[in-house]
């Protein structure tokens, strides 16, 4: 079965600083992954998705992942933070084949910016 | 305007009762989800409607029935309600067409708790 880990639970950072948050997938056919956040009080949203082509992808607000196939991973970063990314990330995958728009989710990696 | 919205956002109740969370998507999206996230904060799909038609139901006891009267809503009816049952439960949509690509557009999430 597919599974998302995320090795990150709790990161805390003070602004400017670098931002890298891990994510790896177990599951050997092709695959389409995501990144969503959840502001405070808010929806979760789409950061940003790997579907093919080049594996570096940019999302909204400078953040960027990138999709490395001989390691499973698909790692965010941001070379450097707001206080505004204050957030909850959730690294998510669907099966590439799949039609029914199953998605699996990481744990999340709370993530707290400090001013 | 909301895009997603589900209620009641926050539900406090008793063991052995029955309750339904609601949600309604006005982006015009064919496909709607229920996702329920644990303590652990983990993201599990739990159904997905395809234009009123069950697509994905998930290994999910009997007592958590939905129900899609037309495909702009998404409801949820649980029976008999345990203290396992609590958790924040959200509904999702996505566009025609991109049910393969897990592009999902989430509701805010609606707090159970079972006391």
């Known amino acids: 079965a597919q599974s998302v880990s995320q090795h990150n639970h709790h990161v805390i950072l003070s602004e400017a600083a670098s931002l890298e948050l891990g994510c790896n997938y177990s599951?050997?056919?092709?695959?389409?992954l995501f990144w969503y956040v959840q502001y405070p009080g808010q929806h979760l949203q789409l950061l940003l998705k790997?579907?093919?082509?080049?594996?570096l992808v940019k999302g909204i607000k400078g953040f960027e992942a990138e999709f490395i196939k001989s390691k499973f991973s698909f790692n965010l970063r941001k070379p450097s933070v707001q206080w505004s990314d204050t957030a909850e990330y959730f690294c998510?995958?669907?099966?590439?084949?799949?039609?029914?728009?199953?998605?699996?989710f990481g744990q999340g990696t709370t993530l707290q910016v400090k001013p | 305007d909301t895009a997603v919205s589900q209620t009641p956002k926050y539900l406090v109740t008793q063991m052995g009762n029955d309750k339904s969370i609601k949600c309604e998507q006005n982006?015009?999206?064919?496909?709607m989800y229920w996702y329920k996230q644990d303590s652990k904060k983990f993201l599990k799909i739990m159904f997905s409607?395809?234009?009123?038609?069950?697509?994905i139901n998930e290994t999910v006891p009997n007592r958590f029935s939905p129900k899609s009267p037309d495909k702009a809503h998404l409801n949820l009816h649980i029976n008999s309600l345990e203290l396992g049952d609590s958790a924040v439960y959200f509904c999702?949509?996505?566009?025609?067409?991109?049910?393969?690509?897990?592009?999902?557009?989430f509701g805010e999430g609606s707090r159970l708790t079972v006391l």
């Open positions: 999702a949509s996505s566009r025609p067409g991109t049910r393969s690509t897990g592009e999902l557009f």
């Open positions: 599951y050997g056919g092709t695959v389409n």
């Open positions: 790997y579907f093919s082509g080049d594996p």
């Open positions: 998510a995958v669907n099966e590439g084949s799949s039609n029914t728009g199953k998605l699996i």
């Open positions: 982006l015009g999206h064919d496909t």
């Open positions: 409607y395809n234009n009123k038609e069950l697509i």
